[in-house]
């Protein structure tokens, strides 16, 4: 127990390490290093002694579950690390432009051993927001005091300071919203940047032999082809010309996940049945 | 002032005050009036929630003002589930107590529902992460007042008293420490899901790993007699990690967190 207790203060030690704010972010640099990883693996050493250092009935299985959780966790991110590859890919929005490769940061692009093309994309709005930009009361700059939503007739209830109607903030030719506009007493209206509700495209995988097969792509919903997972992370909110696309594969994710959801159930049976700390007497 | 605002500050304003009389009403002895308060008090509190998720046309849970109305609302049920649970009903004068801060905090707070989710926020895991982490964090700062309380006590009326509030405090925490657990690594599953990556070291992420493993080093103390006396300090530090996970990731500038920026 006491060492387990130990090294938990040394991940500890390097976590709070690895969090001190510095220029261009944190040090993350630290859980890189072969001590982090020296420690990690021997965290995952000492829970497998505890998982089975002694006999349990299945009524407190929720320690050793919690135990080997963390060290399926472990042992799957490693495999990640070591064997997995995982890269960007910019999409243009035709089936003209095929991809068969990722980019990598710091490293060599690697190659999908497919092509892959997005041939549809479709993405909706929210209603534009604008910013109310007031003047300081000491004559400084002007300050963003609220965000105001462009209401369902069109309008911008502006409270105190009135009510603006919507074709006086939209181009009477385009409809396109005006970027600002001068309220009488000198607050100004600026229109925020617009935030998508929805976006969505598909993709077109082709292998060898001309075949090709689709898959719909949206966020928190990657598409799958090959072992290779694609999450669509940005698109080109100017010309939409194109999808940004982060391509994984990860040989340690199903450890991974398996490690997650044996680390939440344990915890909750350790906890939740277990009478108190003396389930987890050394 | 904007109207909403007015509304809002008026509801955030009520239920502070009920759950305060609760407290002052509990603190006397008096549990029958003391107990019709604290639920009055949740009363307004959960209409104030309803409101804000009018207001914001979807969960409200999209800026550290609907955070903490939100945190308000979880300390009744989770005192009926402690007393019911580990007969601990003595503890509901610090529940009513909690119950008041965040709301206190949240009338200084920006209401601006100009709030849109994002589409990697429109995830079925966005309320049950963020649900778990508010249950626990709530938890957690009861069971840090119990601690603090306990020594107190201790200090004053000897070790008898010391040891009824730390055995409530443990009891506390194993309550909460599983709603930690699963907000944690629902986030991992989240974030796989949205980037393709279960971890970034991305400071919010950082922080409350590291909040989650002092705690686990608290329960560790708690289980082996030698370690005990470290149990206290391991709490004091995980509860200080929490703050800084909660409260300073967000209102720092350096520390600030780019994957939850909307958090």
């Known amino acids: 127990m006491r060492l387990a207790v130990a090294i938990l203060v040394a991940l500890v030690a390097f976590l709070l390490v690895g969090a001190i704010p510095v220029e261009d972010g944190a040090q993350i640099v630290v859980f890189h290093t072969p001590a982090f990883i020296a420690l990690a693996a021997a965290l995952a050493l000492s829970l497998v002694r505890c998982a089975f250092g002694r006999r349990w009935r299945w009524r407190r299985a929720g320690f050793p579950a919690v135990h080997l959780g963390v060290v399926a966790i472990l042992a799957g991110a490693l495999a990640g690390h070591l064997a997995g590859k995982r890269g960007d890919m910019v999409l243009p929005l035709t089936d003209k432009h095929v991809t068969d490769r990722i980019e990598r940061p710091g490293g060599p692009p690697a190659a999908l051993g497919f092509g892959v093309s997005a041939i549809q994309f479709d993405v909706a709005w929210y209603d534009p927001v604008y910013g109310l930009y007031e003047p300081a009361p000491d004559g400084g700059r002007h300050r963003l005091t609220r965000s105001v939503p462009v209401g369902p007739d069109g309008s911008l209830d502006l409270g105190p300071l009135g009510r603006v109607a919507g074709a006086d903030l939209r181009d009477k030719a385009t409809g396109a919203w005006a970027p600002q506009y001068r309220l009488a007493g000198g607050a100004v209206l600026a229109l925020l940047p617009r935030t998508p509700r929805y976006y969505a495209a598909t993709l077109r995988f082709t292998a060898g032999g001309g075949k090709s097969e689709l898959r719909p792509l949206a966020v928190n919903h990657p598409a799958v082809f090959r072992g290779w997972r694609f999450y669509l992370v940005d698109f080109d909110k100017e010309e939409r010309r194109y999808i940004v696309v982060t391509a994984r594969r990860d040989p340690g994710r199903p450890a991974v996940i398996a490690g997650i959801w044996l680390v939440i159930a344990g915890t909750a049976l350790l906890c939740f049945l277990g009478r108190g700390g003396g389930d987890a007497q050394a | ?263």
């Open chain 2, 1 to 263: 002032m904007h109207r909403p605002d007015l509304v809002l500050n008026l509801l955030l304003a009520a239920a502070a005050a009920l759950y305060l009389a609760a407290w002052l009403l509990l603190l006397r002895g008096r549990r029958r009036s003391g107990y019709g308060t604290f639920a009055a008090g949740w009363a307004v509190n959960l209409v104030l929630v309803g409101v804000n998720a009018a207001l914001a046309k979807g969960p409200p849970l999209g800026n550290m003002y609907h955070v903490q109305v939100v945190l308000a609302l979880c300390f009744g049920p989770l005192f009926a589930v402690q007393a019911a649970r580990s007969k601990l009903a003595w503890t509901g004068v610090y529940f009513a107590l909690v119950s008041a801060l965040p709301l206190v905090g949240a009338l200084f707070m920006s209401k601006d529902v100009g709030w849109r989710r994002m589409p990697a926020l429109q995830s079925p895991w966005f309320v049950p992460h963020v649900a778990a982490y508010m249950l626990s964090y709530a938890l957690a700062g009861v069971a840090f007042g119990l601690a603090l309380v306990g020594r107190a006590k201790g200090r004053r009326l000897g070790l008898e008293d010391a040891g009824r509030y730390d055995r409530a405090c443990l009891e506390t925490l194993r309550l909460a420490f599983p709603f930690m657990t699963f907000g944690m690594l629902s986030g991992a599953l989240w974030a796989e899901e949205a980037w393709g990556a279960y971890w970034s070291w991305d400071p919010k992420e950082t922080w409350s790993l590291i909040t989650w493993m002092l705690y686990v080093i608290y329960f560790h103390c708690c289980a082996d007699r030698r370690l005990s006396r470290y149990a206290m300090p391991a709490q004091v530090l995980a509860f200080a990690a929490l703050l800084t996970t909660f409260f300073l990731v967000n209102l720092w500038p350096k520390l600030a967190s780019v994957l939850h920026g909307y958090a």
